[in-house]
């Protein structure tokens, strides 16, 4: 978002085309209690009906007379007491709902996926199989087609590569498993190879340029094109029943199966391969840190995630990205995938994925492999904004229409290449807004499942009914991470998105509203530094690419960047939770973060601490003993998403409300001067919170 310096802000009215959103959730105040109630009861009746004919003939085992007896209204008495004490704690919890929740990435919840999971919780399908979810388990794979069409893929099931995608518990889990296939499918053509010389089979197995495989060093074979690879099972599959007898084609896979990474582990596996060791990821120094878990968990170890810098925009930068790539072909290090983030959790901004696309092909031509996974698990649901109703992607003009600033050329660029990508996270109980324990993963080819299934192929049955039956119902716990799953998860988000399609007439329009609440947000901010003009310093570091605002604040006349942080954090004192305190009591909540001095450039450092009034020497890689340093810059940063954010009251939306609040904050501290005493200490600690509680 860049405002042309001189031009005023404007300060019309925001556009509110949010009417329809209207019936979408159980609302601030509970507007829509009377639906949701009836709805509910109705449903939940209708699963005791359920119950009741399933052989009403039987005697029911609760005898009427039950209920009168001591241990049952006892077990009652017991039973409410403890729920009321539990929903009278739960008070206490945090009012996502609200539009004075600024905070976090999470709001209110939509009411169809709500009311779908709770009624299917009764009915408890577990996604693990078929056998355990009959219904749900096809819903799941349905709603991992709606997420696949809404960024992008190919979904025709009639040609490859089609995409393939399901849920997880959250974003973190489709992290890990992105990594998981993918060290499966690259290192799979190398098992095949010792595969093929330990049983001496002559299958003339090749790489998609026709090149042999049996020919190919290993160096090469780990950096075949993934398209080449995922080719390979049915290549061999077919050569297998053309050439040899069955029990050599059962001989063929035992081997083949013992001699894949997932068999032999990391350590003996690179032992036999050298080439393979010190496998390494890139991903931006913005990424979440749930890579750097993923890395541990794995056992790549943490240290092979590779951090690349970012540019001024927050965005990783392609310099140092195709700086690190010179590095690795020149050191033969094998990169095993690039993660770009669409919509960095700290900052909400895109990484350039048609240019990392781009790379891609240029080092593929150089012998340099790596797959592109994007962490869409915030930025994914807002590609519905782009999205039109008949799959096709909407031209820029037409996303446009409406917005001031939003997309960008780049920002468009990037939601245009998603479909380059080889996989995709996206969360669902993120900008879904649908409840918790709904994660996503997309892969741009089905044919993953290959690599993954715990039994060889050999033992399945061939007939083409069963492998029809098999695509629709799979036993999804043998691909996945998980094990047990709720199908509660997967009846919410294929309701949710059967009411609110994936494209920019219905849920898009809901997404639309969170960038227009943002450049709202963003349009106020003028007017509010030229309030505080000569008193304090109000920066937006960096453009804001989507729905999340950061924002710096330094008293004026303070050079110091660790006085500037205590300021800071005084201030998120009225603006954060505190266990010890009701949330009643709070105005407004928003959330913080904060950044690294690797995370800035010489010349962004200049920018952002020139703008602030900073000297840049204040702020250090580490801090010594002097109070004058910090290692991080504090930022209150907000996440744009409750649909209710421009909704007047009094001719004030809340996010007018939140500034004028946030300028009483700043002027009160301002006052206070407490932040100019490097003694003052931290003021998240008990003993300074009591003072301004
Ligand atoms: C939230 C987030 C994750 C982690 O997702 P969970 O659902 O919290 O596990 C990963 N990556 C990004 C970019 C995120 O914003």
């Given amino acids: 978002m860049t405002s042309v310096p001189g031009t005023q802000p404007a300060a019309s009215e925001p556009l509110t085309d949010l009417d329809f959103a209207n019936p979408c959730f159980l609302g601030p105040g509970g507007e829509n209690s009377e639906v949701f109630e009836r709805v509910l009861l109705e449903l939940l009746r209708d699963h005791v009906y359920w119950r009741r004919n399933f052989h009403p003939e039987d005697p029911p085992p609760i005898p009427v007379l039950a209920m009168h007896q001591p241990g049952y209204v006892e077990f009652v008495d017991r039973m409410r007491t403890e729920l009321n004490a539990l929903t009278a704690a739960l008070k206490r919890s945090v009012p996502f709902f609200n539009p004075r929740y600024l905070g976090h990435m999470v709001s209110d919840t939509l009411l169809p996926g709500l009311l779908a999971q709770l009624v299917t919780t009764l009915y408890n399908p577990n996604n693990v199989s078929p056998e355990a979810a009959p219904v749900t388990l096809e819903l799941e794979l349905k709603v991992g087609g709606q997420l696949a069409r809404m960024l992008g893929f190919a979904t025709d099931p009639a040609r490859d590569p089609c995409a393939w995608g399901h849920l997880t518990s959250g974003g973190t889990l489709a992290n890990y498993e992105s990594l998981v296939n993918l060290r499966a499918l690259r290192c799979y053509p190398l098992a095949l190879k010792d595969a093929l010389r330990a049983t001496r089979l002559p299958l003339p197995l090749t790489a998609a340029d026709g090149r042999p495989l049996a020919e190919l060093d290993d160096w090469t074979l780990f950096n075949l094109p993934l398209d080449d690879v995922m080719a390979l099972p049915q290549q061999l599959a077919a050569l297998l029943s053309e050439r040899t007898a069955p029990a050599d084609a059962r001989t063929l896979y035992q081997t083949l199966a013992e001699a894949r990474v997932e068999h032999t582990g990391l350590v003996d596996f690179t032992e036999c391969h050298p080439a393979c060791a010190a496998l390494s990821v890139l991903a931006p120094v913005t990424a979440h840190y749930s890579w750097r878990k993923a890395a541990k968990v794995l056992g790549f170890g943490s240290g092979r995630l590779v951090t690349v810098p970012v540019d001024s925009h927050m965005r990783l930068s392609l310099p140092a990205l195709e700086r690190h790539l010179e590095e690795c072909v020149r050191k033969k290090i094998p990169v095993l995938a690039v993660v770009a983030v669409l919509g960095t959790t700290e900052f909400g901004t895109l990484d350039p994925l048609q240019e990392i696309a781009a790379l891609r092909s240029r080092f593929r031509q150089r012998g340099l492999e790596f797959a592109l996974h994007v962490d869409a698990a915030w930025g994914g649901y807002l590609a519905s904004i782009f999205r039109e109703p008949d799959g096709s992607l909407a031209t820029h003009a037409a996303v446009r229409e409406g917005f001031r600033y939003f997309p960008s050329a780049p920002v468009y660029a990037s939601f245009a290449a998603l479909k380059l990508a080889d996989s995709i996270t996206v969360d669902p109980h993120k900008l879904g807004y649908l409840p918790y324990g709904i994660g996503g993963i997309v892969w741009r080819d089905r044919r993953v499942r290959d690599f993954l299934g715990e039994k060889a192929p050999y033992v399945f049955d061939h007939d083409s009914q069963s492998a029809a039956a098999r695509e629709r119902q799979p036993q999804l716990g043998e691909y996945i991470l998980e094990g047990s799953k709720p199908g509660a998860a997967a009846a919410a988000a294929w309701v949710a998105h059967r009411v609110l399609p994936l494209d920019r007439v219905h849920l898009g329009r809901l997404q639309r509203h969170t960038i227009l609440a943002s450049e709202y947000f963003f349009d106020r901010l003028p007017f509010l530094e030229q309030r505080l003009k000569g008193r304090a310093r109000l920066v937006v570091p960096f453009e804001p690419d989507t729905n999340l605002l950061c924002l710096a604040i330094n008293p004026e006349g303070n050079r110091e960047l660790a006085a500037m942080n205590r300021f800071g ?35 962004d450092l200049s920018r952002v601490m020139g703008a602030l009034g900073i000297a840049a020497e204040t702020f250090v890689i580490a801090v010594d003993d002097q109070n004058t340093q910090a290692d991080s810059l504090f930022l209150l940063r907000h996440t744009l998403m409750n649909p ?50």
């Fill in 569 to 603: 954090r005084r201030l998120y004192v009225h603006l954060g939770i505190d266990p010890d305190r009701p949330v009643q009591l709070r105005e407004f909540f928003s959330s913080h973060t904060r950044v690294t001095r690797d995370m800035l450039g010489a010349e």
């Fill in 644 to 693: 209710w954010l421009l909704e007047r009251v009094d001719g004030k939306s809340c996010i007018d409300r939140y500034l004028e609040y946030l300028e009483g904050l700043i002027v009160a501290e301002l006052e206070l001067g407490v932040w100019c005493d490097p003694g003052s200490g931290d003021p998240s600690t008990a003993a300074s919170r009591s003072r301004y509680s």
